[in-house]
Structure formats: C-alpha cells, structure tokens
C-alpha cells in the first residue's frame, strides 16, 4: 500500500505543475495535486521529505519545502535536521524566484517560528550577491524581510525601505538602480525584468530598449525575447545550443512552418547540441531502442503550456536518438520527414505505431503520450496487455510509457494499461531520472528498496549543498 | 405564411453520401462522430458572420423572432443589414440619444451577390417547422375561435436550449481531436443524437467547430447532460489466449478496429433512416439549399433541418435539430388535424378516442387558443 501510494505521489509531482492542462483546467489540477501533498506528508512524513531529492520539478518542490516548514510539530530532533537540511538544500538548488516565492508562502500562511527564520536566514547568506537580489527580486526580498526579520548587511535594509527615494547609494549596483529613476541612460546597467518597467516609464523605444539591454540579457531571457525582437526588427544574438533541451523544442515549435523549414539545420544543431549537454550531466546508456511519439491534437496542451506535450516529444526523440546505440522513432499518424515541422493533428492512434515499433525487437520502447488513446480506445492498452502476457513474458523488450500531462481526476499520469509502468516527466532533461524511477513504477521492487533509493539520493542532495566548511 | 410548407420531394432518410464516418470520441456523456470527405473541391465555401438581429422577415408578412448569434454566407460579402425602430418613442427636441432599434435580418436566405447567399443556420429549418399548418383550420368549424380562423396559429413559439447549456458539450468540443479532412461531426449526448453538421470544406470546419456551442438543441439533450455523466466507452478487448505472435496481435487489432468502426456506423444509420420531407428554399447554380422535417410521431426521435446538396447528390451542408418529444407531440397533432380537415369528431376517430379527449390533448398540447373558450370551460 505504502509502496503504491508513493510511486503514485513522486509520479504525480514529476508531471503536475498546477497549471491547465488540455484535459482538465487549472482549478482541478491545484485541488488534486494539494490533496496529494496533504496526504504524503499526513502518512509517509519522512519519506515525503526525502522525495525531495527523487528529481521531482521545481514546482512540487517548492510545494514540499512550503508543507515540512508549515507544519512540524511532534517532530523527533533527527527528523528535524534532516529536514531542516534537505530544505536548506532543496531551496538553494530551486531558481531564486520559485526559492522566494517558497519562502513568501510561509508569510501567507502565518507560519513564524525559529525554524523558519533559522531557514531563511540561511538561504539568504547562500545567496551569492543579496544586493542583486535586493534590486530583481525587490517585493519578495522585502516581503520576506518583513516576515523573518533577517539581519541584513550594509545599505539593504534602507535600500528595500527607501527605493529609489534615497539621496544616494554607497552600493555601485542600488545607486544604479536609483540613478535610473531619473536618467535613462542609467537604465541599462540594470537587470533587464527591473529596466523594462523603467524603460517604459521613460518611454523608451522598444527597438532602443532590446537593443542596448541586449548585453545584460540571461540566456532564458535572450530565448523568450527572441519573437518579441524579430517583430521589431532586431536580430538578438542566442546560442541555442546551450538551452535547456525542452526549451528549445518549445522555442522550434513556436516557429511558423516555414521558418522551421528554413531553418532546419540550424534547429536540429541545437537540439543535438543541446542534448549532447544534458547527457553529459546525466548519461543515460542504452541499447537497441524504439520511441513511440504522440501528435495528436491533445498534444497542442493548454493556454499555460502551449504545445508542451508536443516539445517534450520532440526533445525525448532528440534525447533518445543522440543516447541509443540504435534508435528509431515511430510518430502517431503515419511517419515524418522532419520531426521538426510536426504539428499537433488528428485523433491519437497508438496501437499501429506501437506495433511498428515492437516488430523491431528493441530492447526499450518508450512512449510519450498523454495516455488518451482514442482511436480505437484502449488500442495501445490491449496491445501492451497482450505482448506482455503472451508474446514477452520474459521481458526481453521492456515498455515504459512516459506522460507529460498530469491526469488531475486519476490523481497522476494516465496509463495505458497495468502491465506497462507510465511516469510522468515534465522535462525531457529528466528522461534519465523517470526511467530509473520507472522500476518502481513497475512493481517490481519493494518498498524497502524504494526507501533505499530516496534516501541515497537525499544525501546526495545534502551533501552537495552543505555550507562550505568554516576554515579554521 | 397563409399555408403551410410546401415539400417538393420525400425521401426514406438523410443520405451521407460522399461523407466517411471516422470513429468516434467520448468525453463524459457526449460521443462525437467525425464525418470525413477525401478532397473537398473548394468551389462551395461556408463563412460565418455575426450578426444581432433578433427578427427576421420572412416575406410573406410574418416575422420570425429568436436568438441568432450568428448568420452563414455561402463566400464572402460585406455586411449591410437593415434596422426597424423598436416601440415608438419620444425625443426631447436636440436629444442625441440614439433610438432604439432592432435590427431585422431580410429573408431567411438572401442573395447578397452574384455568388453569394447569407443564410440563418438552423432557423431557417425552425421556422419551417413553425410554419407548419401555420394558416390554421381551412373548414371554419364552430369550435375554433374566431381569431384562429382570422390569423391561424401566429404567434406560434417553441423553446430551445443553447448548447452552452448542456452539460459536458462545451469541454467535449474543446478536447476533441479535429482531423485533417473532416467536414463535419454527428453529436450525441447520452447516445441520442443532437445534431448533425456538415460544411463543404475541412477549413470552413475548422472555423465553425465551436459554433456548435452557440447552436440550439432540444430540450432533451439539456436533461440528458445533466442526467448522464459518462457513457459507455467501446474499449477494445483482444483476447489473449489465440494470440502467439505478432502478426496475430496485428490482425487481432485490425478487426477489433473494424468492428469498432461498425458500430460507429450503426449509430449513424438508425438515425436519418426514416421518412423526410424536403424543401427547397434556395437554387444557387449547382447547389440547392434545402430544409426538411422528418418522420413525425410521438413514438420516434424526429429531427428537422437544412441542407445544401449539389446537383450529383452530394451533402455539402447539413444541420440538424432533435426536436423535444412535446415539439413531435405538437406538430404530430396539427398534421392529423390538417389531414381530416381541422374536423375534430373525425380526427378524435382516428386517434380511436373522445372529442373531449382530443380536446384535452389540444389544451395540453398549448394549442387552447385555437378553440372557443366556452368549449373548453365544460374539459
């Protein structure tokens, strides 16, 4: 019971990010997914926390972390630590944004205790540069502040007080941030979130704007804004290749057809490139592999996540071909060209791709679809079924069905069939942790052997993150 | 109208012809059949256009009144519609107040160029079917009031809801899967069928798919959504025991689907295989703009509609309404009176029933006013 209430849960927060999806909105999604949180942390409470190091996405992260620290009492001291430690870890590893959006959700459910503060106070010495932060993640930082009372270095305290009302700054950057209140030309040593308000305030032509700030863009911010440029006629420099994997199939796939077509071969290039680097980090060794690809409509996603179920498609298939010693790929609704012009069409149609890809004999197939096989319904369910009773029973081909949309009435991703282990992944980056984690999806391993995994892991996670030692 | 619809032909049901059903998809109690044609030829284009009119002219001194969010036009013209001040109303010398006014649409179907022909989905097909018998007794026998024998059965009215009402139909158009030719949908809530869309073109398709929400259904399929949450969905089952290699899973699969599109088809057959009577509204060249009523009696669905059909046979547009069982019940009464002469002794003896009887049908049925007031004081 235990072991499947977990693998339900750490597959849940694998794919769920309280967003709309195409199946169900965001309401449904929110109330499912709490749910999930409430009963983990009420039952499993320790592994609840270990799980943050099981690679869950950033969203349910944040959620776990917000769930420890708000409620923690009748707690034994060696729990305590441990928690207090794989959430120090887990907030430094988070983006700073979704780290202080964690920490702001302790205010909103009036949660004050030493815990807490002790908490804050350290995520905030580990930040590398708190003026920084002071000027691009001003609300939060001073929220927070308000809320834990840390004791806060030199001019930061007058600085989130104040604003740009003070007479000066000793701080080059806060004096900056002041001076560009007045002039514009100050603007551009500015992050570029904080200088686009100011750029409009001084009425800054957006074409000037992109243009001079050009230096001071992050790479996703040089990805996002690459649309934004091109429509005022600007070309911002952007070496694809070193985005994230999911992000550059979101980015290709945003693109008109013909300028996908046009630009193919600098697409794929970055695709590989880029998937070259996430298996650098994260090798992912394999064999004779087949992958089976869902375009159906379903997969054009939701007003939140735009063609995401199609990206992460196409970043798997990018992933897996540049990982396998052979692969092939067998899309729904006939074969492609070009992966890269795919577009979200028709009914979803499984069953004849899947047994395109089975006659190859691979040693793994992989599915990527959001498990809503309609045509004819439950044609991949059946066929799954059936290989495996009849045709397979040794599990020479091991199946894996991989789900990016989170099901929010099933409470997780939603299967094919329950001869076959389906995951949920948001990104593809983390192909190679869902198919480790797909063993446990399968039922093929105890829950001892669960517990043992997480806790691994989560003292990979500390460790990683400890505060560097005081020299002596 | 002074008479009632004047069909021009009668066939034994609504024909597909040139249209493939695909198989179907389920969302909660709503099943949608996708209807598809291989190589639309473009020459016929179906567009939407908004239009607020909440009256139209019907031509021949009546006026048609309903919701109407929206009108059709066979290719593109410009809007220009005519508007009729709303009650009369008094302005202080000066005032710029706007008047009120509703705008009035001219004619049900109205050529607006040379290739062009703007139409009113689905009321075009209503008024029809309110028409029916609209002139009321042609015998001015004594039972009947005196304004029934004057002006016939107007105002006659019938209520419908929109498809925004029904539960479950906005999020099964929302996540159904659109093909690439497909032309048009057969909608069913609860396994009845709601309606029946055909365009001409897959693009036309495209545009029109959530149009289906702005449409009206019968009263029926609003129960039926909020009665049923979920029908049946036809999984296909594969048994394992003859399965040992993969070919075999192949075939195996190939006619589970095959029997799975069979019974897709089953569901489209019953349906427009009774007898319907046609006719034409409109000739543009090749196409002929239609409506029609179906069989009409209070055992079976009825369904009324409109349709372009060209010359060949083939549909090019096809909309259909379920009419409510008290809609059937109402039209089924005025065609027996029609048909024995508004005579009531002589229609209550085909129904092998009472005057009385019939009379109490006839109140029941919201048609009282037809009759003298004193003869159904004594019911």
Known sequence: MAHEDLVVFLNACFACTGQREFYSDGHEQTVSIAFLHDYIRGNYRRLYARSLAAGLNHFNQGRIVLELLSHSKHLDPEDRREEGQLCRAALAALPPQRAYRVLLGLRERGVNNRRTRAIVREFLAQRPDLAFDALKYRSKLHGLVRHAHPK???????????????????????????RAHFSADAVYDLPFTVAEGLAARHRIDRK???????????????????????????DLEIDLGRAPLTRVALYALSLPAEERQRRSEELHAALTRSARRCLAGAPLPLGRVACVLDRSYSTTGSRDKPRRPLAVALAVDTLLATAASEYQSFWTGGPLADPLLVTPRGQTDLATPLLAALE????????????????????????????????????????????????????????????????????????????????????????????????????????????????? | MSSSM????????????????????????????????????????????????????????????????????????????PLAAYGAQLHARGSHTPTRQTPILHRMAKRED?????????????????????????????????????????????????????????????????????????????????????????????????????????????????????????DLEIDARTIDTLEQLRTAVASGRRLWHQHSLLMTEGLLARTTRWQTVYRAGQFRLRRFIGELHPEHEGHIGEAIVRADGTLEYLKTYRLSAAQVRRAYLLERLAKHDWHLSRCAESFGDTVPALLVRLRNAGFGYLLKPHILRGL
């Open chain 1, 152 to 178: 806060l270095q030199g001019e930061l305290g007058p600085f989130l007080a104040r604003g740009w009302h003070a007479r000066r700054y000793a701080t080059a950057l806060l004096e900056q941030f002041r």
């Open chain 1, 208 to 234: 000037q704007f992109l243009k001079r700030i050009g230096p001071r863009l992050t790479a996703a911010e040089r990805l996002r804004l690459q649309s934004a440029a091109s429509r005022v006629g600007l």
């Open chain 1, 360 to 472: 190859t004999r691979p040693d793994l197939v992989v599915i990527i679809s959001d498990g809503f096989d309609n045509d004819p319904p439950r044609g991949a369910g059946e066929v799954c079924r059936v290989f495996r009773a009849r045709l397979d029973p040794e599990r020479r081909t091991a199946i894996v069905h991989v789900n990016p949309v989170f099901d929010a009435p099933h409470l997780g991703p939603r299967p094919l069939d329950r001869s076959v282990p389906t995951v949920g992944l948001r990104d593809a980056e983390d192909l190679a942790t869902v198919l480790a984690f797909a063993r446990f999806a399968d039922g093929g391993l105890s829950l001892a052997e669960l517990e043992d995994y997480l806790a691994v892991r989560a003292t990979e996670l500390v460790r990683r993150h400890a505060p560097a030692e005081p020299p002596p």
């Open chain 2, 6 to 81: 004047n069909f021009d032909e009668t066939t034994a049901g609504i024909p597909l012809t040139g249209l493939t059903p695909a198989p179907a998809q389920q969302w909660g109690a709503v099943r949608i059949i996708p209807l598809l044609r291989a190589g639309s030829p473009g020459d016929l284009r179906l567009r939407p256009r908004k239009v607020d009119a909440a009256a139209v002219d019907v031509g021949d001194g009546t006026a048609y009144f309903a919701f109407m969010p929206h009108a059709y036009v066979m290719q593109w013209t410009d809007d220009g519609q």
């Open chain 2, 114 to 234: 040379r290739n062009a022909l703007r139409f009113v989905p689905l009321h075009l097909a209503m008024e029809g079917f309110l028409a029916l018998h609209f002139g009321g007794p042609d015998v001015a026998w004594h039972e009947y009031s005196r304004e029934a024998l004057a002006s016939g059965l107007s105002p006659r009215s019938e209520r419908a809801v929109p498809g925004l009402w029904i539960a479950g139909l906005e999020d099964a158009l929302r996540v159904f899967e659109i093909h690439d030719d497909q032309v048009g949908v057969l909608v069913f809530v609860a396994d009845a069928l709601a309606s029946a869309f055909v365009v001409p073109h897959p693009d036309d398709y495209l545009q029109l798919h959530r149009s289906l929400l702005g449409d009206f259904y019968g009263e029926l399929l609003f129960q039926y959504g909020l009665l049923y949450r979920e029908v049946q969905s036809f």
